[in-house]
């Protein structure tokens, strides 16, 4: 009797495991690689840029996706109407072709006081820095 509760206790935490597991692959997993309805895309001369999303949410995470002609030394955002530091963003190159340097990386905003903050994303390259505005929300614009 004893060997069957253990049995038991044993199977029903493997299929609990098993499925906060898959719980855990959710929407968010699968929003850092897509847009849902358009991607918020800044460019110049020297590169483009990409986020996962049309409009930036604070406190939620986004995947910036980079193609360059140069190779990125640095990238960080800071804030314009409002002072929130200077927040590093690692790059990740993910290929190099025809000239071209593609890289992804992470990043995550701050709430603040103000409901629509102005950031400044600055992306170093070999040769060039290259400086882009944008602007988080608290809620989705209707």
Request: proline fraction near 2%; include cysteine.
């Amino acid at each position: 009797m004893n060997k069957i509760c253990t049995k038991l206790i044993q199977l029903v935490t493997s299929l609990l495991f098993i499925t906060l597991l898959l719980g855990c692959h959710s929407e968010e997993t699968s929003r850092l690689n897509t847009c849902e309805k358009q991607c918020l895309t800044m460019e110049n001369q020297n590169l483009k840029v990409t986020v996962n999303t049309q409009y930036i949410l604070v406190e939620q995470s986004y995947q910036l996706s980079i193609t360059s002609d140069q190779k990125i030394s640095s990238i960080f955002i800071t804030g314009i109407n409002m002072n929130m530091g200077k927040l590093p963003l690692i790059a990740q190159q993910i290929k190099q072709e025809n000239g071209q340097y593609y890289y992804q990386a992470s990043f995550l905003l701050g709430l603040c006081s103000d409901p629509q903050m102005l950031w400044q994303l600055t992306i170093n390259t070999e040769h060039s820095t290259n400086q882009f505005e944008f602007t988080s929300y608290w809620k989705q614009p209707e």
